[in-house]
């Protein structure tokens, strides 16, 4: 009798205790699990509707169509497609925002991105949430302030959704298209492709150059980290300078599509550009803001800013002080062989006033892959794969910054040095033909 009684005492104390507990609230992040939870079996409530007089894409998914896309991939895996996802901004991820350098105001100022979870539902009460890795405005432009984001704000972004080790979010760049924020709509106005200022008179600007807004397209396109293969021209007017002309010949700068203002938050950045052909910029008054100019380069998404990369070049500039620093020189095109001809009958330490093309294979011997501010100390190169060392790269700017393997062939590029005996190029460019 002691033994049910003492049964019956504990269920009724069990069911008070159930009965006075705090109803389970999903913990935002990682879609409401966390690490050994289990999820309740209760009914996820059903999305919101969109708010009135909001523009919504075509095709756009909600944050729970979202997550059930992203449920379905392995872990690591993206999609291949881009989708326009819809619904309110539930929280910000505050531990990931602590973690920026050196502070996070800082790192906001200087990305304009931020860390946001989404909700299907506007009280943010869902059992699922959509997490926005390092989110832009629109097209890719940084967020000005944090009056332009707002936990309740309606938002639809752009982005790939990828399952991150469970937690399913943004892949790429994500931007926020659309939004019921005033501050944000103000700051963010529907970007007119057509906004174009005309070339400034007398530059040269190659056959195929591209404007800002395509190159932010291509950027958008490789995503996150990536970087194109392929070089191009890009044109545009210097907006804002954020490093100017450095000791190590090169300057940080940003183009916009116009010169005007009008195309202030449509931005393509040159990070660490040289100057004509790779030579070293040497003034700060060669490059200014309000100068037409066309950069040569691959192009790189840098956590969604779309930039250049590391061997790139102003190629022409309306600025009258670049163009006196940098007068056209002649591009020599040669093997190896010929670039040893070459310095035969110069002295020791002479340079070459032209720009030399030079194709050949990295070598084993003499090869040193250590990397310095995105170039490579020493690099050899021969007209055959298994040669020997003709002809020398110094400190030359190689893709991505990452060392270029043994046997690759490249494009070597820049004037040439006669340094004990063997032609030299020192601070050039490395372009890879194939691997």
């Known amino acids: 009798m002691k033994k049910i009684l003492f049964v019956l005492t504990a269920m009724v104390t069990l069911a008070f205790v159930s009965c006075n507990e705090t109803p389970y609230m999903p913990s935002p ?6 690490k050994n939870d289990t999820m309740p079996e209760i009914a996820d409530p059903d999305p919101d509707p969109d708010p009135e007089g909001i523009e919504i894409p075509e095709g756009a998914i909600n944050v729970n169509e979202a997550v059930k896309i992203g449920k379905k991939l392995a872990a690591g895996q993206t999609t291949e497609q881009t989708y326009y996802i819809k619904g309110w901004v539930r929280n910000f991820d505050e531990e990931a925002r602590s ?18 979870h989404m909700s299907a539902r506007e009280d943010g009460q869902g ?40 937690t399913i979010e943004s892949s790429g760049t994500c931007s926020i298209e659309v939004s019921n924020n005033e501050a944000y709509n103000a700051a ?7 906004n174009v200022t005309p070339d400034a ?23 996150s980290g990536n970087t194109t293969t392929e ?26 599509p116009t010169n005007d203002g009008t195309t202030s938050t449509v931005e393509f950045e040159g990070y660490r550009v040289k100057g004509k052909d790779g030579r070293n910029l040497t003034n700060a008054n060669q490059v200014v803001v309000g100068d037409f100019v066309v950069l040569r380069s691959q192009i790189k998404n840098y956590n969604g800013t779309a930039e250049t990369a590391d061997n790139a070049f102003i190629y022409s500039s309306s600025n009258e002080n670049f163009t006196n620093a940098f007068p056209p020189i002649d591009t020599v095109y040669a093997t190896c062989a010929q670039a040893k001809e070459a310095v035969a009958t110069m002295q020791n330490n002479e340079t070459t006033n032209d720009i030399y093309v030079i194709e050949g294979y990295v070598q084993s011997e003499g090869y040193d892959a250590t990397i310095s501010r995105g170039q490579q100390k020493f690099i050899w190169l021969d007209d055959v794969k298994e040669g020997t060392k003709v002809v020398q790269g ?36 490395v372009e890879i033909i194939e691997e």
């Open 29 to 34: 992040g990682d879609n409401d699990m966390t």
């Open 127 to 166: 059992l699922k949430d959509f997490y926005c890795y390092r989110v832009l405005g629109r097209g890719g432009a940084k967020l000005p302030n944090h009056d332009v984001l707002q936990i309740g704000d309606f938002i639809v972004v752009k982005c790939k959704i990828q399952n991150y080790s469970g």
């Open 394 to 429: 110094y400190y030359c700017n190689v893709p991505n910054g990452v060392a270029v393997p043994i046997g690759t062939k490249v494009r070597m590029i820049g004037p040439i040095t006669k340094y004990s005996g063997n032609p030299e190029i020192k601070n050039g460019n």
């Open 99 to 116: 973690k920026s350098e050196p502070d996070w105001e800082t790192s906001f100022a200087k990305y304009g991105n931020d860390y946001v």
């Open 188 to 194: 963010f106005p529907p970007i007119d492709t057509t």
């Open 201 to 223: 008179e007398g530059v040269d600007v190659p056959e195929g150059t591209i404007n800002v807004y395509k190159a932010r397209e291509i950027s958008e396109a490789v995503g």
């Open 231 to 256: 070089n191009y021209y890009i044109k545009g007017w210097i907006s804002r300078i954020t490093e100017g002309v450095s000791s190590y010949g090169n300057a940080t700068f940003f183009i916009t």
